[in-house]
């Protein structure tokens, strides 16, 4: 037996439309906070851009 065999498996990062039938409810609950988290950084960047474009925008459109 080597050292890799005691080594725990590490987990394969979640991918959207992946089969879900192989994780347990906590892992399910980890891939849900770390997806809101990832929707509450790209609706904050999102909102940044805007507002650039929007005054980039009110500049060159005057």
């Known amino acids: ?16 439309g ?3 039938s192989d994780l347990s409810i ?3 609950d980890e891939i849900i906070s770390q997806l809101q988290a990832e ?3 790209l609706q904050s960047d999102a909102i940044q851009k805007n507002a650039s474009k929007s005054a980039a925008d009110a500049l060159f459109n005057r």
């Open 1 to 16: 037996m080597s050292d890799q065999d005691n080594e725990p498996k590490k987990k394969r990062p979640y991918e959207i």
């Open 18 to 20: 992946q089969d879900l």
């Open 26 to 28: 906590g892992d399910i």
């Open 39 to 41: 929707i509450e950084r």
